[in-house]
């Protein structure tokens, strides 16, 4: 509401600005558009104008842009550009919708003087029982005015203002404020000035209870210091954890000077938490109650091609952000500390990155710097060849969180080049030799574990491959189906090879620190470089990847605009010269995504051992989004329990395996309500790990929603039950626009 007592201000300000800015008469292009052919009658002797039974004035001036003024009738005085317009007038102007039924306006002098008016500039509305002014004085004079966000004849939330008045243009001062609930008052004002450029606040708050928290009521209080700066304080309890909060700042100081935010939280945590340091141990120890988090975001574009980043987030614990910033530990279980400038020029670009590590309880490699400079792809002069590079040089440390003793750190110069020759042979076929190679220096290795302990070495690779691809089409323009909506029929197809051979290197990854090392994800890795930028675990290879795409293309809606019916992308790898406990085969992969209707579509991303003649991954849904009435989404995940393939750590990147079965589904109810329900279920132990329920409510100028989540996680974890309730303006969003489906848990996150 303090947002919309700034609008009063405001709008007295842009009838100011609107109105009242000096302006030559000459300047002012203006004609009268009668709405029916003989409503138009001009005096020669008065230069008086009128016109009537329904008339346009557009009127255009190069400082404040186009204008237009509809009205019953309209008179205008040429020589000293007084306009009176009477009757169901309206006018635009710069976003500016404005109605009544009297208007005196001076196009010279730019004074007006209206009766009762109402108007509205997104997102607010209000009106006033007259408005006069003086723009040689800059001042203004508004009767009886209200605001609001609820554009109705009766708004549910408005402010009613006895008098509000405009001086310089700038300064404004309102009379008898009087905040209103429907007809009901609930806060007076008997004086208030405000002056253009000064802070504007406002406050939000969420009420709720989580098991891990008791009650809680999260606070948080935005002042708008300037149009550069903006601080929001957050003041957050908690019956079972106490007071927490701390300030945020959010600057935007232009391109070059840069924008970003300051992050703040500070409490003394009443629970006991266990360290999860001593959770593998007898040891009985416990955090530090003393708990916080500090976080600051910033980029720059300090000139053309030239961008900077910085990233820190310094943590006092490693649960801080799961069990307060849930959202931000969803997306990132372990944040990363940078600051990154990249130059980008025609053919290369040149990157340093500074990355250390802040939060010892993480996992990290840190660079110290890295400096990495890359060739693009760039044709040799009027040669066929092409050519591409990347070359880094940097400290580097690798930090074993718990375990500092396996830490080791090295300096490292990494250098690869590759000569490419890419020709199509008939029209039809793309055959794309490549030979390159890399050279790799590592200083000796700092560490106090002997496995860790590598002396200065010197690595030389070698890689030669190609890459075999075409493309296949075919047009059926009689192709027609209601079922699919489908007008029209392409099918193209796109059968690829990709070959690489790499001998086995002077220095294998066993010898070496590994800084940058394959890591097990849940899909296949490249198999081509630079795409693969494992340095470190770089080793001998001969293997094949032979790959498909099917994609079947048609035409669809009013426009008949392309639209994929299906897109199968399919690939393996053949390994010809397989390692030592690897198969002549790798795992087979699945990428495919039908939409049989532009409301419907399944998608299925899959991963099968063809060694084994087992599924691996699977992860495939299916989407309903018919109309704004209900939508829907099915999904199983599916991750296979595979020690032995995963590493002796866990059995799958994720922990242990998965088989879950997952739905989301919306349905609105009438006009004013809507409900969400958001179900997870674990198959392999017949558990219900998660089931939320949303209630939403629009209260015209306030969406309300109430929440209830229940979790029964794996792994030990207690159980947690959360209730929240959040009132949002329609007009000043307190979440982001899909934010309850994205980020369920931002209803009853700090903020």
Do not use: C
Not at 418 to 423: G, K, V
């Amino acid at each position: 509401m303090r947002r919309g007592l700034k609008f009063l201000g405001v709008v007295g300000l842009y009838f100011s600005l609107i109105m009242g800015q000096a302006a030559q008469w000459e300047d002012t292009d203006w004609e009268i558009i009668p709405q029916r052919e003989g409503a138009f009658a001009y005096s020669p002797t008065s230069n008086i104008t009128v016109a009537y039974d329904g008339v346009m004035i557009r009127i255009r001036e190069a400082q404040l842009g186009p204008a237009s003024i509809i009205a019953d009738r309209v008179t205008v005085d040429g020589d000293s550009g007084e306009l009176l317009a009477e009757g169901n007038i309206t006018m635009h102007q710069s976003g500016l919708v404005w109605r009544g039924e009297f208007l005196q306006y001076n196009i010279q002098t730019r004074q007006i003087r209206t009766s009762s008016f109402r108007a509205g500039k997104s997102p607010f509305v209000m009106s006033s029982g007259s408005i006069q002014s003086d723009p040689a004085t800059g001042a203004y004079l508004m009767e009886d005015a209200m605001v609001s966000t609820d554009d109705d004849q009766q708004p549910a939330l408005k402010a009613e203002v006895g008098s509000l008045s405009v001086r310089d243009r700038e300064k404004v001062t309102m009379r008898n404020t009087r905040l209103m609930a429907g007809k009901t008052p609930f806060f007076y004002i008997p004086f208030l000035r405000a002056t253009q450029g000064e802070s504007s606040s406002a406050y939000q708050f969420t009420p709720g209870y989580r098991s891990r928290y008791g009650l809680f009521l999260l606070n948080e209080y935005e002042l708008n210091l300037n149009p550069q700066l903006s601080a929001t304080f957050n003041l957050d309890y908690r019956t079972a954890r106490g007071l927490a909060g701390g300030p945020d700042l959010e600057y935007d100081f232009g391109a070059e000077l840069g924008s970003g935010t300051f992050e703040s939280y500070f409490m003394s945590d009443r629970e006991k938490i266990p360290d999860p340091a001593n959770f593998a141990s007898s040891k009985e120890d416990w955090l530090n109650p003393n708990r916080y988090r500090f976080g600051w975001f910033h980029q720059a574009t300090l000139r053309p091609n030239l961008t900077a980043k910085a990233a820190f987030q310094k943590l006092s614990d490693p649960l801080m952000n799961r069990d307060f910033f849930e959202s931000f530990h969803r997306q990132n279980t372990q944040p990363r500390s940078y600051v990154e400038i990249n130059q980008q020029w025609r053919n290369a670009a040149l990157s340093i990155v500074a990355q250390p590590q802040l939060n010892t309880f993480f996992n990290r490699v840190e660079r110290l710097p890295e400096i990495k400079l890359t060739g693009l792809r760039q044709k040799l002069g009027n040669s066929p060849f092409f050519y591409e590079s990347e070359t880094t040089a940097g400290y580097f440390a690798r930090n074993f969180r718990y375990e500092r003793g396996r830490s080791f750190e090295a300096a490292r110069l990494d250098t690869f080049h590759q000569i490419l020759m890419p020709r199509t042979y008939a029209g039809w076929l793309t055959l794309t030799p490549k030979l390159g190679g890399r050279y790799g220096y590592y200083s000796n290795t700092l560490s106090s574990d002997p496995v860790q302990d590598h002396r200065e070495a010197k690595r030389y690779v070698f890689h030669a491959g190609t890459e075999i691809s075409t493309k296949l089409s075919r047009v059926d323009a009689d192709f027609r189906s209601s079922w699919l909506d489908a007008d029209g029929l392409r099918h193209v197809l796109m059968p690829s090879i990709q070959y690489v051979f790499v001998p086995e290197p002077n220095a294998r990854p066993t010898a070496l620190p590994q800084f940058d090392y394959e890591m097990p994800t849940l899909m296949m890795l490249p198999v081509d470089f630079p795409a693969f930028n494992a340095i470190d675990a770089v080793d001998a290879r001969n293997v094949m990847r032979v790959g498909l795409r099917n994609l079947f293309q048609t035409k669809r809606g009013d426009e008949r605009q392309v639209d994929s019916l299906m897109d199968w992308n399919v690939f393996a790898d053949w390994r010809l010269d397989p390692e030592p406990g690897q198969g002549a085969l790798a795992d087979f992969t699945s990428d495919l995504h039908v939409q049989p209707r532009e409301w419907w579509s399944l998608q299925s991303i899959a991963r099968y051992s063809l060694e084994e003649s087992a599924l691996r991954v699977a992860d495939q849904g299916i989407t309903f989004l018919p109309n704004n009435v209900w939508s829907m989404k099915l999904g199983h995940m599916y991750v296979r329990d595979d020690p032995e393939y995963w590493g002796e750590e866990n059995s799958t990147p994720w922990g242990t395996g998965n088989n879950a079965l997952y739905s989301r589904l919306y349905y609105r109810i009438n006009e004013n309500w809507g409900a969400r329900l958001n179900q997870h279920y674990e198959a392999s132990d017949g558990r219900l790990e998660e089931h939320a329920y949303t209630l939403y409510r629009d209260f015209r100028s306030f969406t309300g929603a109430f929440d209830l989540r229940m979790r029964n996680p794996r792994g030990g974890q207690e159980k947690d039950i959360t209730l929240s309730v959040m009132l949002s303006m329609k007009a000043f969003p307190q979440f982001g626009l899909g934010d309850d489906v994205n980020k369920p848990s931002s209803f009853y996150d700090s903020k």
